[in-house]
């Protein structure tokens, strides 16, 4: 076991900071919760395990040193999905501004699988522009860039589909996507954390499977008990809505993510790293009888 390390958690009442902040506390470290709502259920629950919470926004720079006074380790995510593209590269300043002048040793940017190959996917674009502005700050960094979620199969639309024996995504049937659990993300951030010095300035894609659409419903079909279908669809489905995602699916087509998994396997031991079945295994899928 390294050294015990006292880290703040952005985002810690979500799906990615939340992971993080509960392998931190799993594995024996102090944790700073930074939350907008400290009377959330899960900003409750951290408390009853230990947690210290701080309350801040993105936007207030002051609150932000504040809530890092003192601590040697922050993870830091930053979110489109609430105020935008421009939101989330102006947030993602302000808080690395706010982190490197609190004199943090040690900070880890919760990026995206391939987000610095020039992609043309908007939400992939604008955390690489925060991952250069850190690169140009005096605090030791580290990147963190998962690939798609496994949770995404546990969204409502997604569980509905499954209710109705349909996997549906936007992807040919054969084709392969890299996948992570957010308790895979949560867990390699930890070990991160440990590790300190010896990852700074390191830029790691985590994945911990990559499977077709086709295989995803089989492993599904098994896990269940219920006869599940792939079923594709065209990624032009999305446009009207959301012009990000359907960049995204056409991306997913013709390109993909390069974690090594292999190699995160052998490097990062501490992870338990899960195949897509491995997951689906822990998940509750009683909702589809």
């Known amino acids: 076991m390294s050294a015990k390390r006292f880290a703040l958690v952005?985002?810690?009442?979500?799906?990615?900071?939340g992971a993080v902040a509960q392998a931190l506390l799993k594995r024996g470290h102090r944790v700073r919760a930074l939350v907008?709502?400290?009377?959330?259920?899960?900003?409750?629950?951290?408390?009853?395990?230990?947690?210290?919470?701080?309350?801040?926004?993105?936007?207030?720079?002051?609150?932000?040193?504040?809530?890092?006074?003192?601590?040697?380790?922050?993870?830091?995510?930053?979110?489109?999905?609430?105020?935008?593209?421009?939101?989330?590269?102006?947030?993602?300043?302000?808080?690395?501004?706010a982190f490197s002048q609190a004199d943090v040793?040690?900070?880890?940017?919760?990026?995206?699988?391939?987000?610095?190959?020039?992609?043309g996917i908007p939400h992939f674009d604008s955390k690489y522009e925060v991952e250069k502005h850190i690169a140009t700050l005096n605090i030791p960094y580290t990147i963190s860039a998962p690939v798609y979620f496994m949770e995404n199969h546990l969204y409502p639309h997604a569980l509905e589909a499954l209710r109705g024996g349909k996997l549906a995504d936007a992807l040919p049937g054969d084709r392969l996507l890299q996948k992570i659990s957010v308790s895979n993300i949560g867990e390699f951030v930890a070990v991160l954390i440990e590790r300190r010095e010896t990852v700074f300035g390191q830029r790691y894609e985590i994945a911990g499977d990559e499977l077709s659409g086709e295989q995803c419903a089989a492993a599904l079909s098994q896990v269940t008990g219920k006869n599940i279908r792939y079923e594709p669809f065209?990624?032009?489905?999305?446009?009207?809505?959301?012009?990000?995602?359907?960049?995204?699916?056409?991306?997913?087509?013709?390109?993909?993510?390069?974690?090594d998994i292999e190699a995160l396997?052998?490097?990062?031991?501490?992870?338990?790293?899960?195949?897509?079945?491995?997951?689906?295994?822990?998940?509750d899928w009683s909702s589809l009888s």
Do not use: C
Not at 10 to 17: E, F, L, N, V
Not at 37 to 63: H, T, Y
Not at 244 to 255: H, N, P, S, V
Not at 265 to 283: I, K, N, S, T, Y
């Open 36 to 97: 907008r709502d400290p009377d959330s259920k899960a900003a409750v629950g951290l408390k009853a395990q230990g947690a210290q919470i701080a309350v801040a926004n993105f936007e207030d720079r002051g609150a932000l040193v504040q809530a890092a006074a003192g601590v040697d380790s922050v993870y830091m995510m930053t979110t489109p999905f609430e105020g935008g593209i421009d939101a989330e590269i102006r947030q993602g300043f302000t808080l690395a501004g």
């Open 10 to 17: 952005t985002g810690a009442t979500g799906q990615q900071g």
């Open 265 to 283: 396997r052998r490097d990062f031991p501490e992870v338990r790293w899960l195949r897509f079945d491995e997951w689906a295994r822990q998940q």
């Open 234 to 259: 065209s990624p032009d489905t999305f446009r009207p809505d959301n012009e990000d995602m359907a960049l995204m699916y056409e991306w997913f087509a013709r390109d993909r993510y390069v974690a």
């Open 105 to 119: 040793g040690h900070l880890v940017f919760g990026s995206v699988g391939s987000a610095d190959r020039k992609t």
